[in-house]
């Protein structure tokens, strides 16, 4: 958990659905020229590890929670737009890319994590940055060629269930959730490190790039989509504010994250304002 404030790692560990070896990689994944073994558990939680091998391990856990959180809402394994035939080539996250930015590339099989923000700091340290960049991935490995040939709607609903995936899955990790909430019932209404996408790599020290709280006005794709995120984590809110406890809550975002994402495998052609409708029709 990356602290943007005091520029940290709050060190937590996290369960994946795999074994990754030294890199980390597994079948899905590998960090390019990634070289961080694993302790004699083959757990990745050794207490020597440099700022560098916890980026890795950080990247890799992200994108591969970021898979398990997908299979399990749409209910199949993904399988990468390049491994059609029988073949099993991962996607390969490239740390401290030399470009400004993050991108996934399906030509180059790679998410490309660079820089952003104050001080052009690197931007796989950030959770949702690279759970953003593992979803558009996944999409297309759902529905070979949407990006391509969708219309400023149809990406405006990409881009949001991008920003809207790390959202479901820090409020499904504890310690993330109690750092939003304050330990609370209230405070997901205020600017919190689970409403902000990017904290740290906005226009202040803290600020995000986009927030669930304050979306964009305007008709570009981005505005569009964070119209649609920020309906999305009201109604997460209504859910929370409604639990009983929070592993109730828990519980029902993963119900709530079927909801929301299964619809992308039934549609072609999309739009903010029809995601839901149609699904449901
Ligand atoms: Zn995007």
Same mark, same amino acid.
Request: aromatic share 12%.
């Given at each position: ?21 030294? +890199?980390?990689?597994?079948?899905? %994944? ?60 991962? %996607? ?24 952003? @923000? ?49 959202? %479901? ?12 909430? @304050? ?18 790599? +906005?226009?202040?020290?803290?600020? +995000? ?8 006005? @305007? ?5 569009? +989509? ?11 809110? @209504? ?14 975002? %993963? ?27």
């Amino acid at each position: 958990m990356w602290n943007a404030e005091n520029r940290e790692w709050d060190l937590i560990p996290l369960t994946i659905p795999s074994r990754p070896r030294k +890199g980390p990689r597994d079948r899905y %994944l590998e960090v390019v020229d990634g070289n961080v073994s694993p302790d004699s558990n083959g757990d990745f939680i050794r207490e020597d590890y440099t700022d560098e091998e916890i980026d890795a391990v950080h990247a890799f856990a992200v994108a591969r929670l970021t898979i398990d959180l997908w299979e399990k809402a749409v209910g199949k394994k993904i399988v990468w737009p390049w491994n059609r035939f029988f073949n099993f080539e991962k %996607l390969e996250l490239r740390l401290y890319s030399k470009s400004k930015g993050a991108r996934y590339s399906r030509d180059s099989q790679w998410i490309s994590l660079g820089f952003w @923000g104050p001080g052009e700091r690197f931007v796989c340290k950030s959770f949702d940055v690279v759970a953003h960049e593992t979803t558009h991935a996944i999409i297309e490995s759902i529905i070979p060629d949407l990006e391509r040939t969708n219309s400023t709607e149809g990406r405006a609903v990409v881009e949001s269930l991008c920003d809207t995936v790390p959202i %479901l899955m820090q409020m499904r990790i504890k310690e993330f959730f109690d750092a939003a909430t @304050g330990g609370t019932k209230k405070n997901l209404r205020v600017r919190n490190n689970i409403s902000e996408f990017g904290e740290g790599y +906005g226009s202040g020290n803290v600020d +995000g790039v986009r927030s669930a709280l304050h979306p964009k006005q @305007g008709d570009d794709h981005y505005s569009l +989509g964070s119209r649609m995120t920020g309906t999305i984590y009201m109604h997460l809110i @209504g859910i929370w504010e409604r639990s009983a406890s929070y592993e109730d809550f828990r519980k029902q975002v %993963l119900e709530f994250s079927k909801t929301i994402l299964r619809p992308i495998t039934f549609l072609k052609e999309i739009s903010p304002i029809r995601y839901f409708s149609e699904y449901n029709n």
